[in-house]
C-alpha cells in the first residue's frame, strides 16, 4: 500500500475492521487467536465440522476457507476470513452474526448455561400498578385507566416477569382510541415488553430469576388453530369473537408462556436501547431476511414509511441491498427514509412517478416491492405497475376490502397464511409472497441487532422514550401521532 494520506486511511480502517471483527467473533463465542492479522483464523477443531461449518458460510454469502489435516495439525482444524478496509461495519456485523448462527447450529458454541433452579417463588407483592382498557372511554375522553390489580402467579410451563421496558405497537395505538370494540374490558394491554424473571412456573427448567428477556407477543391455546396476542386478544372462537387473551406489559409484572421468552444479550441490555422494540421490529426483519436468503438484494422499492417501512429499509441496508426506493405520500417521512440510506424516495402522487422509476431501474422496474402500506387498491395497483418482468411482490400491508384480491385470493388471507404465489399480471409473470410474524427468526434477529451497534442506535432514532410507565395514559390523551413515530418506556417507579 502506498505511502500517501489515502494509504494511511486505508492502513486505519483495516485496523479498525480486523479489531471490529476479530472482538465480534470472540463476543459471539469462538476461539480466534490474538493479533492483528486481516487474515482472521476462527478456531474450530473438528474438520469435518469445519467444512460444514464453512460450506453454511458460503450459502449466505460469508466467503471463508476451511483448513485441516494435514494442512494444520489434526484436531486444529479452523476457518480463515480475510477482513478488508473497504469492509462496511454493516458487513462485518452481518458476517460475525452468521458465524454465530452458524457456531450455534454445529454446536460449536453455546450460549452461557443457565442454572436450573426448578419451581422458584420468590416473595411477592399482592397488588401492582397497571393500565387496563375499557371499551366504554372514561370522563378524561380515554380508554386506559391507572389500576392496583393483583399481582399474577406462573402456571407450570410460566414465567412472571417484573417489567423493564415497554414500546408502544400502533396497534395499540389505535386499540387506546376505542377502534377495535372486541377487545375485552379490563384487559391490560401491551405486546412489545422486556423484562427480568421474578418467577418460575412449578416445572419450569432453564431458566434463572433475574435473566432478562424480550417477549413473543403470539400464543397458542390447545383446540385452537389460530394464535392469540399477548393484551390484544385470545384465539378465534367458532361463534364469533375472541377468548380473552393474556394479560400484558403495561403493568409493573406480567405472565407468559416460556415459549414466548427469549433471552437477550448483555449487549443489548444498555441504557441506549429498549430490548422490546425487538418484538416491534420482528415483522420487518423477517421480510428483509426473506430477500436476503432468497438472493433478491438487487433494486428493491419498499412502499410505505412508517415504522414498519423505515424499520423494513433499515435491515436491507444492513444487509446490503444494492438500491432502495421508498415511496411515501408524507413529505417527513420520505425525509426520515433518507436519513435512514435510501438511494431515493418518492412522492406516490407526483405527476413524474414514471419517468423517476424508469430512470432509477434502467427502464426494467423493480426486482422487489415490499407493500407494508396496503389499505387501498391504488397502494397493491402501483406495487404491481413498478415491478419488473418476473418480479417479487411481498405483501404485509393488510388491506380492510376483502374485495381486494390477487389470483382470486383476498390479500390479507395470502399474508397471514403466508402464501406463496405466481400469477401474470400485464404481461408479466409476478412471484407473490405474503409474509407477518416473527417464528423461526428470533435468533437470527437478536444476533444481528447485538453484533451492531449502529443498527441498534439507527433502530432507537425511531423510538422516543417518553420516562416512566406512570405517563402512559396522560401521554395517549396528548400524543401528536404525526411527530413521535413509536413511543417507549421505562418500568413503574423508574425515575428517569
Given at each position: 500500500?502506498?505511502?500517501?494520506?489515502e494509504?494511511?486511511q486505508l492502513?486505519?480502517?483495516?485496523?479498525?475492521n480486523t479489531?471490529?471483527?476479530r472482538?465480534?467473533l470472540r463476543?459471539?463465542?469462538?476461539?480466534v487467536p490474538?493479533?492483528g492479522?486481516p487474515?482472521v483464523p476462527v478456531m474450530?477443531?473438528?474438520?469435518?465440522?469445519a467444512?460444514r461449518?464453512?460450506?453454511?458460510?458460503?450459502?449466505q454469502?460469508i466467503y471463508?476457507i476451511?483448513?485441516?489435516?494435514?494442512v494444520?495439525p489434526?484436531g486444529?482444524a479452523?476457518?480463515r476470513v480475510?477482513v478488508?478496509?473497504?469492509h462496511?461495519?454493516e458487513?462485518?456485523?452481518r458476517?460475525?452474526?452468521?458465524?454465530?448462527?452458524?457456531?450455534?447450529?454445529f454446536?460449536?458454541v453455546?450460549?452461557?448455561?443457565?442454572?436450573?433452579?426448578?419451581s422458584?417463588r420468590p416473595?411477592l407483592p399482592?397488588?401492582?400498578q397497571a393500565?387496563?382498557?375499557?371499551?366504554?372511554?372514561?370522563?378524561?375522553g380515554?380508554?386506559?385507566?391507572?389500576e392496583?390489580?393483583?399481582v399474577?402467579r406462573?402456571?407450570?410451563?410460566?414465567l412472571l416477569?417484573?417489567?423493564l421496558g415497554?414500546?408502544v405497537c400502533?396497534?395499540d395505538e389505535d386499540?387506546f382510541?376505542?377502534k377495535?370494540?372486541?377487545?375485552h374490558?379490563?384487559?391490560i394491554?401491551?405486546h412489545?415488553?422486556f423484562?427480568?424473571v421474578a418467577?418460575?412456573g412449578?416445572n419450569?427448567r432453564?431458566?434463572?430469576i433475574?435473566q432478562?428477556?424480550?417477549v413473543e407477543?403470539?400464543?397458542q391455546?390447545?383446540?385452537?388453530?389460530?394464535?392469540g396476542?399477548i393484551g390484544l386478544?385470545?384465539?378465534k372462537i367458532a361463534?364469533?369473537?375472541?377468548?380473552?387473551?393474556?394479560?400484558?406489559g403495561?403493568?409493573?409484572?406480567?405472565?407468559?408462556p416460556?415459549?414466548?421468552?427469549?433471552?437477550i444479550?448483555e449487549v443489548?441490555d444498555?441504557?441506549?436501547f429498549?430490548?422490546?422494540?425487538l418484538?416491534?421490529?420482528?415483522?420487518?426483519?423477517l421480510?428483509?431476511?426473506?430477500?436476503l436468503?432468497?438472493?433478491?438484494?438487487?433494486?428493491?422499492?419498499v412502499?410505505g414509511?412508517?415504522?414498519h417501512?423505515?424499520f423494513?429499509?433499515?435491515?436491507?441496508?444492513?444487509f446490503?441491498v444494492?438500491?432502495l426506493?421508498a415511496f411515501?405520500?408524507?413529505a417527513a417521512?420520505?425525509?426520515l427514509a433518507?436519513?435512514?440510506?435510501?438511494?431515493?424516495g418518492?412522492?406516490?402522487r407526483v405527476a413524474?412517478?414514471?419517468?423517476?422509476?424508469?430512470d432509477?431501474?434502467g427502464?426494467a422496474?423493480?426486482?422487489v416491492m415490499?407493500?407494508?402500506?396496503g389499505g387501498?387498491?391504488g397502494?397493491?395497483?402501483?406495487c404491481?405497475k413498478?415491478?419488473?418482468d418476473r418480479?417479487t411482490?411481498?405483501l404485509f400491508?393488510?388491506?380492510?376490502?376483502?374485495?381486494?384480491?390477487?389470483?382470486g385470493?383476498p390479500?390479507?388471507d395470502?399474508?397471514f397464511?403466508q402464501?406463496?404465489l405466481?400469477l401474470e399480471?400485464?404481461?408479466?409473470?409476478?412471484r407473490?409472497?405474503?409474509?407477518?410474524g416473527?417464528e423461526?427468526?428470533?435468533?437470527s434477529?437478536?444476533?444481528?441487532?447485538a453484533?451492531?451497534?449502529?443498527?441498534?442506535d439507527?433502530?432507537?432514532?425511531l423510538?422516543?422514550v417518553m420516562?416512566?410507565?406512570?405517563?402512559?395514559g396522560?401521554?395517549t390523551?396528548a400524543l401528536?401521532?404525526?411527530?413521535?413515530?413509536?413511543?417507549g418506556?421505562?418500568p413503574f417507579g423508574?425515575g428517569?
Open positions: 500500500m502506498a505511502a500517501s494520506p494509504g494511511d492502513r486505519v480502517r483495516l485496523a479498525e479489531a471490529r471483527f472482538s465480534a463476543e459471539a463465542g469462538f476461539s490474538e493479533g492479522h487474515i474450530v477443531g473438528d474438520a469435518s465440522l467444512g461449518m464453512a460450506g453454511r458460510l458460503l450459502e454469502g471463508v476451511s483448513f485441516s489435516y494435514p494444520v489434526e486444529k479452523r476457518i480475510q478488508s478496509a473497504l462496511t461495519p458487513q462485518l456485523d458476517a460475525a452474526a452468521a458465524f454465530a448462527r452458524a457456531g450455534r447450529e454446536g460449536l453455546r450460549k452461557a448455561p443457565v442454572p436450573v433452579r426448578g422458584v416473595e399482592e397488588k401492582m393500565w387496563v382498557y375499557y371499551n366504554q372511554a372514561g370522563a378524561d380515554g380508554h386506559l385507566r391507572l392496583e390489580v393483583a399474577p406462573p402456571h407450570p410451563g410460566e416477569l417484573k417489567v415497554v414500546t400502533g396497534t386499540l382510541h376505542g377495535f370494540q372486541e377487545v374490558d379490563g384487559v394491554p401491551g412489545e415488553i423484562g427480568s418467577a418460575l412449578s419450569v432453564g431458566f434463572e433475574g432478562k428477556l424480550c407477543s403470539h400464543y391455546i390447545p383446540g385452537y388453530l389460530e394464535e396476542i386478544w385470545g384465539p361463534r364469533g369473537g375472541y377468548l380473552r387473551p393474556l394479560n400484558g403495561y403493568a409493573e409484572y406480567v405472565k407468559i416460556t415459549y414466548c421468552a427469549h433471552p444479550p443489548l444498555h441504557p441506549g429498549l430490548p422490546s422494540i418484538e416491534g421490529v420482528g415483522n420487518d426483519f421480510i428483509a431476511k426473506y430477500l436468503d432468497q438472493g433478491l438484494l438487487g433494486t428493491v422499492g412502499v414509511c412508517g415504522p417501512g423505515l423494513t429499509q433499515m435491515f436491507l441496508r444492513h446490503g444494492a438500491r426506493a411515501e405520500v408524507n417521512r420520505l425525509k433518507a436519513e435512514f440510506g435510501v438511494d431515493l418518492l412522492d406516490a413524474d412517478l414514471d419517468r423517476r422509476v424508469a432509477f431501474t427502464g422496474g423493480f426486482d415490499v407493500d407494508i402500506a387501498q387498491r397502494v397493491l395497483e402501483t404491481l413498478y415491478l419488473r418480479g411482490l411481498v400491508g393488510l388491506y380492510g376490502d376483502p374485495a381486494i384480491q390477487l389470483a385470493q390479500i390479507n395470502i399474508i397464511n402464501r406463496e405466481q399480471h400485464a404481461g408479466k409473470r409476478i407473490v409472497r405474503g409474509i407477518t416473527r423461526g427468526i428470533w435468533d434477529l437478536i444476533d444481528t441487532v453484533l451492531s451497534r449502529p443498527l441498534q439507527k433502530i432507537m432514532k423510538v422516543t420516562g416512566t410507565l406512570e405517563k402512559l396522560g401521554d390523551l401528536d401521532r404525526r411527530r413521535i413515530m413509536k413511543r418506556y421505562r423508574a428517569f
